[in-house]
């Protein structure tokens, strides 16, 4: 038992101090990586707002991440509604559609998109982008509804119904409530993934920055100790993000069932 | 059809439209392309295995599939041997939050970033180095730890055993705590339990794990070109820059349907493997099982 638990605290060791080292060198006073370090400041954050381009590529990774988040609520909204209903060969089909992309690699996808656009004649643009990213986040909603709604009671919907709700009412009051919670975390899931995104977007960018792919034309570039502030700000910013998901998704569900339990 | 079935129809038509407009279609596209060819800036469509033909024959090509096989399949079964005894911990020994909640926080934090860390962690100039300097254990710098398959194998696994982790968590949950709990009380070792209890019924969730883990090492090139050297590259770079670079697009994608195909025969080993050694019970087995899951 005691070795488990030294396997198991050595591997969340291995996981956690790459990100450390990069959080405790972005307060660097030196431009060197020599340890133990001499002192702390904060010009390489100071440096990240004279970059102009650096602020660009940040709002329009903001901007993809927003609209990636919408549309994908509204197809995994409908998906999830339409996952209740289906038989049990309906549903296969709906999942090896919207499942099977996160079982390919990025590379994959990223290429057969941009053959597409290619054949298409369409131009590599923001678009393009989104129109990636919601290949890439509709999956990870729907193993998460999946889950969600394979405890869902479609008898609850049916004695709203027998009750005299309309099918709208019985919408509104029953079955949104009952699945908001883990869409809301997911669509806040999409928008960290998108924001986070590189490997298909490198392909059907065109010539757009978004901001992972600045943070790599400066990786390729030099070795500054500005990408190492810019990247504790992106990972703190994704922490932040997942955590809001995540205290959403509580939230609500816990207020949902709070109120059932008063009325 | 019932009603509420035609309904679901409606519902489900605009999520699995989408999908196959920008995921079945460009994947077929992407297929047929492997048969077309470039002449000079321009493809023509065609039927021809040539670009399959050149892939093969090309010594560049085998030198870092192979890089690719080892690599992923090094990466993939050190993934897994890590996120079991993790996965075992977080499911049977201590549902820690905050355990679950740092291995979330690692798999959503950056790509990219991640793959920097490990560069500033193994280069010259780089942390291990600095370490090992002050602690007198080297002399000058170790040069072999980045620009290697190895600093490709240990940026990998950092990148995925976040997510095989949380795959084996869910396959072990499902697992009720009582059956191994009886297979202790009838004599066995904890290490026979979990290869006569735990494996077997998590079998396809631990197999899952790995061939994911192996597919998306094997199809990544950003990490082989940020860490890898010379030595360290793999198919997944080498595709890219059909698509980027040179721009023979059907070669890369003939490129990308033979990794698929060494992905379907490392799978098809897997099993096999799986199933001589025991670990993996006959099919027959788990079926059932899976029904009143």
Redesign the interface.
Known sequence: MMLLKAVVYATLAYLLIPLVVIILFSFNAEQSFSFPINGYSLRWYALIFEDPQLGQALVKSLMIATATAIVTLVLGTAASLAWLRLGRFGRSVLEILCITPIALPGLFLGVSLLVLAAQLGVRLSTVTIVVSHVVLSVPMLMIAMRARLALFDRTLEEASRDLGASQIGTFKRITLPLIAPTLISCAILSFALSFDEFVVTSFVAGTETTLPMYIWSMMRRTVTPLINSVSTLALLFSIAVMAIGFFVGRFKRASALSERASS | MTP??R??????????T???L??????I??FS?SFWISSGFRIVPDFVLTNYISAIRSPLFLRVTYNAIVIGLVTASVTLC?SI??G??LTY?ARSKI?FY?????W???????I??????L?T???LN??LL?LGIVDTPVQAFLFSPFAVAITLT?IY??FAILMVVSAMSEIKAELIEASRDLGTSALGAFFRVVAPNAAQGLIGAFM?TF??V?????TPQ?VGGSSGQTT?LL??DQ??KTGN?PL??AQ?FLM?LVSLVIYALVLALGRLTGLIPARRKTKPAREVA
């Open positions: 509420s079935q309904t679901g129809g409606i519902l489900a038509a605009p999520a699995a989408y999908m196959l920008f995921f079945v279609v460009p994947a596209l992407l392309y890590l005894p993790v075992y911990y020994v355990i740092l291995i979330l926080v690692t959503f934090s950056s790509y990219l970033v991640r920097y860390a490990w560069r500033t962690l280069g100039n780089g942390l600095a370490v002050q950092h055993l976040p994911l597919i998306l094997a199809g990544d090139y950003v940020m997944g595709i890219a698509f980027r697009w890369g994608a990308a698929f």
